[in-house]
């Protein structure tokens, strides 16, 4: 007999016993508690997070609001109405939820029945197979290629009558890389539901937004995480065919978004100017970055088009050298999986973080690249 055949244990979904949990980034303080080093000291580069922040109009709206007290537009007017003109589709077609995340969960609700297929296109954004399994859906990895673009004709091997969803982030997380828009083409025409994640667009410049209305099958998600510096209100958005939209506003919580991320949201498309300033900066920052990575003989870094760049340890251990910087106070992302071995995955900060990093790699890289 199991120990999970007695109690409330033997109520629970028997699915859910195997799911590993989502391993998530932690907050600065925590960060800085961990290292021993003041918050001040802190250089957080493991979140893709904006390191100028959000706008300064979102914190004034946000600190005079006087209506706290009364529940959100569970129709989401206004964050749908200011969307349309920065999209450039319907309002109709747009649906907003608690980060990009959260409507990732409800487009696999609204899909899948037990045991029905989700591609996962790996290495990508770990949240496809956990809302999938979350779901009840069965995770079908299809690894990337070398240059980690996708593999459509082993895509197209793998879909069957079961298949129902398949996930493609453009830019990719953590490689950094666009998916052709001819290859996405390519995959909406199979009949699935084909999900391009488009978390980095505001880095990239790619989208496929425009052709939503031309295919029902075909949906666009965006974030106001990382290219707006909201990623703490937890605020994105999806453009989706009508019939998928009125189906997910119907089964969404009534008030999934919160009242200061739509105050938030309406803030940030009335400052454009300044927050393309902010991603024009990451933008060249994201270049000088990448050069003097290249100029570390025991790095690879792949070229990005997002605000990340992800850097192979071709000399040394990517563990230590992750030790390293933590002691340092410097946070990045590592990963040693079947598709990423002994990798480091970089967000773009500020130039002055950039020389924090690099001073500090040249010092740890010389004593575990010998």
Same mark, same amino acid.
């Given at each position: 007999?199991?120990? /999970?055949?007695?109690?409330?244990?033997?109520?629970?979904?028997?699915?859910?016993?195997?799911?590993?949990?989502?391993? *998530?980034?932690? *907050?600065?303080?925590?960060?800085?508690?961990?290292?021993?080093? *003041?918050?001040?000291?802190?250089?957080?580069?493991?979140?893709?997070?904006?390191?100028?922040?959000?706008?300064?109009?979102?914190?004034?709206?946000?600190?005079?609001?006087?209506?706290? /007290?009364?529940?959100?537009?569970?129709?989401?007017?206004?964050?749908?109405?200011?969307?349309?003109?920065?999209? =450039?589709?319907?309002?109709?077609?747009?649906?907003?939820?608690? =980060?990009?995340?959260?409507?990732?969960?409800?487009?696999?609700?609204?899909?899948?029945?037990?045991?029905?297929?989700?591609?996962?296109?790996?290495?990508?954004?770990?949240?496809?197979?956990?809302?999938?399994?979350?779901?009840?859906?069965?995770?079908?990895?299809?690894?990337?290629?070398?240059?980690?673009?996708?593999?459509?004709?082993?895509?197209?091997?793998?879909?069957?009558?079961?298949?129902?969803?398949?996930?493609?982030?453009?830019?990719?997380?953590?490689?950094?890389?666009?998916?052709?828009?001819?290859?996405?083409?390519?995959?909406?025409?199979?009949?699935?539901?084909?999900?391009?994640?488009?978390?980095?667009?505001?880095?990239?410049?790619?989208?496929?937004?425009?052709?939503?209305?031309?295919?029902?099958?075909?949906?666009?998600?965006?974030?106001?995480?990382?290219?707006?510096?909201?990623? =703490?209100?937890?605020?994105?958005?999806?453009?989706?065919?009508?019939?998928?939209?009125?189906?997910?506003?119907?089964?969404?919580?009534?008030?999934?978004?919160?009242?200061?991320?739509?105050?938030?949201?309406?803030?940030?498309?009335?400052?454009?100017?300044?927050?393309?300033?902010?991603?024009?900066?990451?933008?060249?920052?994201?270049?000088?970055?990448?050069?003097?990575?290249?100029?570390?003989?025991?790095?690879?870094?792949?070229?990005?088009?997002?605000?990340?760049?992800?850097?192979?340890?071709?000399?040394?251990?990517?563990?230590?050298?992750?030790?390293?910087?933590?002691?340092?106070?410097?946070?990045?992302?590592?990963?040693?999986?079947?598709?990423?071995?002994?990798?480091?995955?970089?967000?773009?900060?500020?130039?002055? /973080?950039?020389?924090?990093?690099?001073?500090?790699?040249?010092?740890?890289?010389?004593?575990?690249?010998?």
């Amino acid at each position: 007999m199991s120990s /999970h055949d007695e109690g409330i244990e033997k109520m629970i979904r028997g699915d859910l016993w195997g799911l590993e949990a989502y391993q *998530p980034i932690v *907050p600065t303080d925590v960060l800085s508690e961990r290292a021993g080093i *003041p918050i001040k000291g802190v250089i957080k580069l493991d979140g893709n997070e904006n390191p100028y922040g959000c706008s300064p109009k979102v914190k004034d709206a946000l600190a005079n609001y006087p209506f706290y /007290h009364i529940y959100p537009d569970p129709d989401q007017s206004e964050v749908r109405q200011a969307l349309e003109g920065y999209v =450039g589709v319907g309002a109709e077609h747009i649906v907003a939820g608690a =980060g990009s995340d959260e409507l990732i969960d409800l487009i696999l609700r609204l899909f899948l029945e037990p045991g029905d297929r989700v591609i996962n296109c790996v290495p990508t954004f770990g949240m496809y197979p956990f809302c999938t399994e979350v779901c009840g859906g069965k995770v079908v990895d299809v690894p990337r290629d070398k240059s980690h673009a996708i593999d459509i004709a082993r895509v197209k091997e793998e879909i069957d009558e079961k298949t129902k969803v398949i996930f493609i982030a453009s830019p990719n997380n953590p490689t950094g890389n666009i998916t052709p828009e001819r290859d996405i083409l390519e995959l909406v025409k199979t009949g699935k539901v084909v999900v391009v994640d488009e978390a980095y667009y505001e880095f990239s410049g790619v989208t496929v937004a425009p052709l939503v209305p031309q295919y029902e099958n075909l949906i666009v998600l965006r974030s106001f995480s990382k290219w707006a510096g909201l990623a =703490g209100l937890r605020i994105g958005y999806g453009i989706f065919s009508t019939v998928i939209a009125e189906q997910l506003l119907k089964i969404k919580q009534p008030y999934n978004v919160n009242l200061a991320a739509q105050i938030a949201v309406r803030e940030s498309l009335s400052d454009i100017d300044y927050l393309k300033s902010t991603v024009r900066a990451i933008i060249a920052e994201r270049e000088r970055l990448f050069d003097k990575l290249k100029g570390l003989k025991f790095l690879k870094p792949w070229p990005s088009r997002a605000n990340f760049i992800l850097c192979a340890v071709v000399k040394g251990d990517a563990q230590m050298i992750h030790e390293g910087l933590q002691k340092k106070g410097i946070f990045v992302r590592y990963f040693d999986t079947t598709l990423l071995r002994n990798s480091l995955r970089i967000s773009v900060g500020k130039p002055e /973080h950039t020389d924090a990093l690099i001073e500090a790699l040249r010092e740890i890289g010389g004593k575990h690249s010998a």
